[in-house]
């Protein structure tokens, strides 16, 4: 349910409404944005919780940090590739071709 404020007159003689919402059972109420009403005419600014979007930004960097470890921990499913390894199978191919 939306819950009008009392309409604050400004300075300049813009009239400022406040709207909230209503929390659930014993929650208290959220606000929800402004209407500002003046002589150009009526603008709705909502209000943003920035809290919220910077608990979303957090959770998503620590979930790509996780993928990243997890992806840098775990062995890949190819075969290791080192130098030695490449060394010896240059020189088995090197065998390889003399043989032939």
């Known amino acids: 349910m939306l819950i009008f404020g ?11 409404i406040t709207v909230s919402r209503t929390g659930w059972g014993h929650r208290a109420e959220r606000p ?20 919220w979007h910077a608990l979303i930004g957090v959770c998503t960097g620590f979930a790509a940090a996780v993928i990243g470890t997890i992806a840098v921990l775990r ?11 490449m060394t010896a199978l240059a020189q088995a191919r090197i065998a390889e071709s003399r043989h032939r």
């Open 32 to 51: 929800v944005g402004i209407y500002t009403v003046g002589a150009e005419g009526v603008t709705w600014t909502p209000a943003v919780d920035a809290s």
């Open 6 to 16: 009392e309409p604050y007159e400004a300075s300049n003689g813009m009239v400022i």
């Open 75 to 85: 062995r890949p499913p190819w075969p290791e590739m080192t130098e030695r390894v």
